[in-house]
């Protein structure tokens, strides 16, 4: 990937990489078209800016779930961490804790439950599926357990203003916190050794470790991070709705894994790109938003959602895999 | 303690089948033994535990995750996964509710079987001709199912007052012993022998192992995986009818622990998350672990939020250890 247009070929892919991020950010153009014609108050600053706050929480949460899928593991405890986080979070900013020593704390929560499914993935050999699923009921069982099933307040305007309410040169404050985000994670994934040993690794493990790459210590790596970006999405979550419920985050793994596939990023690991995430987030987010102002009910648009992440697959599969 | 009982039922049978029985148990071994440890630790911390009235209930109310999961053995053992199961049931559990205001119950059951296996048709066809992953296509059904369970119900429960209906599927029979109980077996039975006996099964158990090569081999591998989602459809909606009668309501929502549960119960039973390794008894056992860890945890008072936190753990640990064993 790093060493594209050296050859021939690999100048092809490149250029098919970029036929294929044009599909789904093609796909984005249209529907936001056909919702500005449809309807006149999509293409409103305010809505716009409505659309940013929303789609900044699947965003991230999506960033981790591109690297842990681009390994070719999945993390499903995602929602769970988040929730707890959320959880804990409020919990300090309602003991008068300033909001950064409260979201470093949930970060270092969140990773410590990434490092411990990582190290039973690594040390145990057990599939990431299962493992993740055992941790998604531990970690939402103690979020249930430490609030009673009740929901925890706050009060922090500095919080709420940097994770959901401010505003800066006209863009939400929590789409800069996304941006600044994407901007470091990109470079990681494609300027680092560790960003090409997670490519590696998803591409095909045994080659890897062959050739030296660290196969181990970047599947590790990829769940710690799994678990400080859910502590960044959890801030924006817990700011947005301004308390913090212990199932606030149920059921977000599953729209991250949507974003990141309906994206492109290839389900079995190796070949995908966080760009593509960006583009198929906002294609939900866009979607959700779009929806919701023409008035169609909630359980018409879990129809359609359900409907796109196949349709994106099918078409993402017949355009490109196929080629390759 | 089924999966012994069914190996020395075994012996005398060819070889290779012995070695496969036996394999089987070997298997079930660890949540078996996992079951023997909770069953010693709940007796002494509640003495109500062990109990017929007890025991009779806790398999009774795990029917229909024992139903779902040995149709989810199927899937599984294709080396696919359906993550649509628990949406799938509370939406066939609906669609049964319904149909019993106006059907006969006997017509409401077999439609709500049907539709299950319709949606498991669905299912298998995208993932197979479509060539994507059945993590995504199920995660998109499993969308489409709430949407439209949400949809034909406007998020209310469906209350059933079909008394020959719930006498049927939450009753008692002969000897008093309860219905659902007798479901389970027989459902459970038939899953075995149709895996370990029938060419189907054997293909399924190929297919999963090795598509391209079985289809080297000449086995029409599409077709096993269709009939494989099919099946899996059809014991979804029937754990559907099931749980329809256990609640009185074919509901909306809470089902979502049951894909969770499904999936840990058949993996529990040592089925091979990838495909080609497995058995329905060691699925029994794995829910049968499931049921009794809840039931115990409620027995001695645990919080259901403790419970959910210890089930999760408890899964991690035992396919930890069932890794190590191996």
């Known amino acids: ?324 | 303690m089924s999966a012994r009982a069914a190996a020395s039922a075994e012996v005398g049978a060819r070889p290779e089948a012995r070695a496969t029985v036996r394999g089987a148990a070997v298997r079930a071994g660890g949540p078996v033994l996992a079951i023997v440890v909770l069953v010693v630790v709940f007796s002494v911390t509640s003495p109500f535990f062990l109990t017929r009235t007890n025991l009779e209930g806790l398999v009774t109310s795990a029917a229909p995750l024992l139903v779902a999961s040995c149709g989810l053995t199927f899937v599984i053992l294709l080396g696919d996964i359906d993550l649509s199961l628990g949406a799938v049931v509370a939406l066939a559990g609906i669609v049964v509710a319904k149909l019993l205001k106006t059907q006969y119950w006997e017509v409401s059951v077999v439609l709500g079987i049907v539709f299950g296996a319709g949606v498991g048709l669905l299912n298998g066809a995208v993932t197979v001709f479509g060539r994507i992953p059945s993590f995504i296509v199920t995660l998109g059904t499993f969308s489409v199912a709430q949407g439209v369970a949400i949809g034909i119900t406007g998020n209310n429960a469906v209350p059933v007052f079909d008394e020959a209906f719930l006498s049927a599927f939450a009753g008692t029979g002969p000897l008093g012993v309860s219905l659902p109980i007798v479901y389970v077996v027989a459902v459970a039975g038939a899953c075995a022998i149709v895996l370990r006996r029938t060419v189907f099964g054997q293909e399924l158990v190929a297919v999963g192992g090795n598509d391209a090569a079985s289809r080297l081999a000449g086995i029409r591998t599409r077709r096993t995986r269709l009939t494989g989602f099919v099946l899996a459809g059809a014991l979804a909606g029937f754990a559907a009818v099931l749980l329809t009668a256990q609640l009185g309501t074919g509901i909306v929502n809470g089902q979502a622990n049951l894909t969770l549960n499904a999936i840990a119960a058949v993996v529990l039973g040592g089925t091979s998350l990838m495909g080609g390794r497995g058995s329905v008894l060691g699925t029994v056992a794995g829910a049968l672990l499931i049921a009794t860890l809840s039931n115990g945890l409620t027995l001695v008072q645990a919080s259901s939020y403790l419970q959910q936190a210890i089930t999760g753990a408890i899964i991690i640990l035992a396919v930890l250890l069932d890794r190590r064993l191996r």
């Not at chain 1, 250029?15 to 999509?42: D, H, K, N």
């Open chain 1, 1 to 324: 990937m790093v060493v594209a247009a050296a050859t021939g070929t690999s100048r092809a892919s490149a250029a098919r990489r970029l036929i294929g991020q044009g599909g789904i950010y093609g796909a984005l153009v249209a529907l936001a078209a056909g919702l500005a014609l449809l309807e006149p108050a999509f293409l409103t600053g305010e809505n716009l800016q409505n659309v940013g706050r929303q789609t900044t929480l699947l965003a991230v949460s999506s960033f981790a779930m591109t690297f842990v899928i681009l390994t070719g593991e999945i993390d499903l405890s995602i929602g769970a961490v988040a929730s707890l986080v959320g959880v804990l979070v409020a919990k300090c900013l309602g003991a008068d804790v300033p909001w950064v020593p409260a979201v470093a704390a949930g970060m270092a929560v969140g990773g410590a439950i990434g490092l411990v499914n990582g190290l039973i993935i690594v040390k145990g050999q057990v599939a990431s599926f299962i493992v993740t699923l055992g941790m998604l009921s531990v970690v939402s069982g103690l979020a249930l357990q430490i609030t009673q099933g009740s929901t925890v307040g706050f009060e922090s305007d500095a919080f709420r203003s940097v994770f959901a309410t401010g505003t800066l040169l006209g863009v939400p404050a929590p789409v800069w916190v996304g941006v600044a985000l994407f901007g470091v994670l990109h470079v990681v994934l494609r300027h680092t050794r560790f960003g090409s040993d997670v490519y590696a690794t998803g591409g095909d493990a045994q080659a890897a470790g062959l050739v030296g790459v660290r196969v181990d210590r970047t599947r590790v790596l990829v769940f710690v991070l799994s678990g400080v970006m859910m502590a960044v999405a959890a801030a924006v979550l817990t700011a947005r709705v301004g308390n913090a419920r212990p199932d606030a985050g149920v059921g977000l793994e599953f729209d991250a894994i949507a974003a990141v596939v309906i994206g492109g990023t290839s389900f079995s690991g190796g070949r995908g790109s966080l760009m593509r995430t960006v583009g198929g987030a906002l294609l939900i987010g866009v979607l959700n938003n779009g929806l919701g102002l023409l008035d169609v009910q909630y359980y018409a648009q879990l129809i359609v959602k359900g409907a796109i992440i196949v349709i994106a697959v099918l078409v993402d599969r017949r355009t490109r895999w196929n080629s390759s």
